[in-house]
DNA sequence: CTTTCAAGTAACTTGACAGTTACTTTGTAT
DNA sequence: ATACAAAGTAACTGTCAAGTTACTTGAAAG
C-alpha cells in the first residue's frame, strides 16, 4: 500500500497540482473581474485543466470563490500577525502589504459591493482576527504609543482607510496627487506620509522623552 | 411654430421624462451590481419602458454607464463646492455626504475595479474639480488650521479615506465596530470620532487661540 | 387632411456562459 | 490480470442577456 506520496511524475495525473493551479487561476480571475464578470471558462484555460475538474474539486462557481477567499484570509491573518507594533513602522508596513498584494484589496472590494453589509464569508474567523486588532489598538493606547482618547474599533478602521484606501480607489489617488499608484515615487511618498502621520496619532502633547 | 414647451400631459409621450427615467433607474442598477452584474432589460423594466428606447437614446449599455457617471460627477462636485472649510466641519460633513449618497461611493468603486489605473470617465472635468480641492488644503495648511507639514495632495487623499472607506467597505467596518454602518449609532460615532480626528489633523502643536 | 419624423413596441437574433453528460484514461489494491 | 475508483476529456444543453429588426403610434407643421 503505497498512496502515492512521491508522485511527481510531471506527465502523469496530480489532483493536489491541479487544485492549486485552479486556485492560482481563480485567484487572479476574481479579483481581476469580481464575481459576476469572472468566467469559468478562463480560469480553467488558464489553469491549463478541463472545466469539467473545477466543477470537481470545488462543486461550482461561488464554491470556488468561496474557497479563494477562505485562503487569502488566512494568508493575510498570518501576515498581520508578523506585523509590527509601533505605529510609525506599522502604518507604512500595512500600506506596503496592499501595494503587494493588490489582489487581496480587490477581493474586499468585491466582496463589498456584492454583498454589502450582509453576513461575510469565513465570518467566524475573520471577526477573531480584527478582535485581535482591536486589542492590540488598545494595548497600544494604554503604552501611550496611540492617542487614548480615541475608540479603538474607529481607530483601527482608520489605519485601515489610510493604509488600504489609495490602492482600491487608484483613480482617485492619481487625481489627487498626479501620480499613478504604481509608481515607486507615489509608494515612497505615501509611506512618508504615513510615518509623519503616525505621530500625530500618538496624540503628540508631550514631547517624545519626558 | 410650438415647440412643445410645455408638454405635460401625463398619458402622452415625453422624452426628457423617458430619458429621466432611464437614468434613474441606471443608476440605481449600476450601482448596486455594477457595470458586467447589471441588466439592461431590469434597467428598461424599472424604468417602465422598452430597451429600444434606451439604445435610442444612449447608444450601448456602456454609454449610458458613462452618461450616469458623468452626472453623477457634476451633482457631487456641486455640492463640495458648498461643504464647509474648517476641518473640523468638514470631516464629519464629508462622512454625512457618504453616508447619505451611498450610490456615488459605490459607483466609484465599480469605477476603481473595471478600469483600474486608466484613463477615467469625463478625466478632464474631475482633474480640475480636485485640484481646486488641493488648492483649498493648501490655504487651510496656510492659515494654521491643517498641519502645513503635509503633502497636501497626499492629505486630501487621506480625508478622502477617512470618511469614504467605512461606507467602501461596510464588511470591515462592521467587523471591526460591531455595529453596521447604516446604524444611526455607527453614524454618530464615527462622526465624533472624525471631529476629534480633525483636531489632530490641525498639528496642534499650539493652543487654538494665540 | 395628410405628410413626416421622432417616440415607442414586441418579437427576434446571436453569442456567451454556467453547468452537465457520456465517455476514456490511469493508478492502485486485491 | 483485473476490477474499481478517481482523474480527466470533448461535446453538448438550456438559459440568459445585449443588441437589432420591422413595425405601429402620435404630434405638429404645412
Redesign the interface.
Known sequence: MKTGQATQKTGGRNPQQTQQRILEAAVQEFSA??F??ARVDVIARRARINKRMLYHYFGDKEGLFREVLRRKIAERAAWLATAPEEPMERLPAWFQLACRDREWV?L??????Q???KK?IDEER??EN?AR??ERVRQQQAKGLL?P???P??????M???T???M???????????L???DEKFQK??EA?LR??AV??S?N?AGPTP
Open positions: 473581474k469580481g459576476a464578470g480587490q474586499l472590494q468585491w466582496e463589498a459591493l454583498w454589502g453589509e461575510v475573520r471577526q480584527v486588532a482591536v492617542d482618547d480615541l475608540d474599533g474607529q481607530l483601527l478602521l482608520s485601515m482607510a489610510l488600504a484606501y489609495p482600491a480607489f487608484p483613480q482617485l489617488a492619481r487625481l489627487a496627487t498626479g499613478s499608484v504604481s511618498q505615501r506620509f509623519q502621520f500625530l496619532l496624540g502633547k
